[in-house]
């Protein structure tokens, strides 16, 4: 069962007016009279009723944190530590670098561990190793680290990162030659939940579908979802797919390989291998109108519409295997407030597991009002 399917708990009732009720009868029974509105008595107990109210609260609470769908920060880490997982930790953006020499020596050159670069606002990348240059070489690449861990390191295009913060001899530039990617921020506690209530599935040696998920969502906090298939006996294939329905990068693929194929995860007769998902491309061209009526609120509609366009397109891009759905963009353009929708395309296609949907043309016209 789905966490979010669970009943809800209460473990101590905590409704203002039934405290009050509860405590006026009590006290009716003990004094034999009931107090009064503007009774100083039930102005006391007014003030007595509002400890327990916030005592009640807290021991409903404190009783919630023992449970997995309830429980945050520390606590959930406590309930994870039970089955052994571990909040993932910031982890720092890395890319590949090309290191060029101004000229060919006849002795090895080698340039240290450490040495940064950036792409000039104040976001360094380090080298991971020593970079030796044999006699006569002088090209090599090498992997680099971001310094800062976290986000704050992805996105760097190829080229950018290009100006040498530590001058070291002979060395004549450095430019990264892969996008960087693959820094995360600290796990969310609702990626840890799921996390938690996934990992009995870990530990099957057997290799059943939900462990190599478990293990891939254990690879990155920044993979929402993932496809596993096996074309064919003893073959698997993964298909990993990052958060906002981005497209895993090759550092990306390169990490969940290595954490797959290690020896104690993949079982002795699977082959694995990570691939980015299959992109199917569709369009979205469509028109509205709104009611006459709403023409003093037209404009924001029109704002709401255009937004909900962009939602649809995220939600249609956020699961492998979601059907393009005509029905959800409608439904999504009338709750904005559009009266009437023409639409052209998409058109329904239903997706296999390991293709992802991906707009190639956008067009929403608003085409003016019309009569209610």
């Not at 405290?19 to 003030?47: H, N, Q």
């Not at 006849?106 to 240059?133: E, H, M, N, S, W």
């Not at 820094?183 to 057997?206: M, Q």
């Not at 082959?271 to 028109?287: F, G, L, R, S």
Request: charged share 25%; net charge negative.
């Amino acid at each position: 069962m789905k966490l979010t399917e669970m009943p809800s708990l209460t473990f101590a009732r905590a409704d203002p007016e039934e405290l009050d009720a509860e405590v006026c009868a009590t006290v009716a029974e003990v004094l034999g009279r009931t107090p009064a509105r503007a009774d100083p008595l039930r102005l006391f107990l007014r003030g007595v009723e509002n400890v327990i109210l916030q005592t009640r609260l807290l021991i409903d609470e404190c009783a919630k944190q023992n449970l997995l769908a309830y429980a945050t920060g520390d606590n959930l880490e406590h309930l994870g530590a039970l089955v052994g997982v571990e909040r993932v930790q910031p982890v720092a953006a890395v890319c590949t670098m090309r290191l060029t020499l101004s000229t060919s020596r006849a002795v090895a050159t080698i340039i240290p561990a450490g040495i940064r670069f950036t792409a000039g606002d104040q976001i360094f990348f380090a080298l991971d190793d020593d970079v030796i240059f044999l006699a006569g070489e002088t090209v090599k690449e090498c992997s680099a680290t971001c310094l800062t861990v976290g986000t704050v390191g992805n996105g760097y295009s190829t080229g950018e990162i290009a100006t040498i913060v530590d001058p070291q001899p002979f060395l004549q530039s450095a430019i990264n030659i892969t996008e960087s990617d693959g820094g995360s921020d600290i796990e969310t506690d609702d990626a840890l939940r799921e996390r938690i209530h996934e990992a009995p599935e870990k530990f099957s040696t057997a290799g059943p579908t939900g462990a190599y998920k478990w293990h891939v969502f254990n690879t990155s906090p920044l993979i929402s979802d993932v496809a596993i298939v096996s074309p064919s006996p003893g073959k698997v294939d993964v298909y990993p797919l990052l958060v906002g329905g981005e497209m895993p990068s090759e550092e990306i693929i390169n990490a969940v390989d290595a954490v797959l194929n290690d020896r104690s995860i993949r079982p002795l007769t699977d082959w694995v291998t990570v691939k980015k998902p299959v992109e199917v491309e569709y369009k979205i061209d469509c028109e509205f109108v709104i009611n006459k009526s709403e023409q003093t609120s037209a404009a924001a509609i029109e704002q709401a519409a255009e937004q909900a366009v962009q939602d649809y397109i995220l939600w249609q891009r956020s699961k492998l295997g979601r059907d393009i759905n005509p029905s959800e963009l409608i439904y999504r353009l009338r709750a904005a407030g559009v009266k009437r929708v023409y639409l052209r395309h998409p058109e329904f296609r239903a997706l296999t597991d390991i293709e992802l949907a991906i707009p190639t043309e956008i067009r929403a016209a608003y085409m003016g009002l019309e009569a209610d």
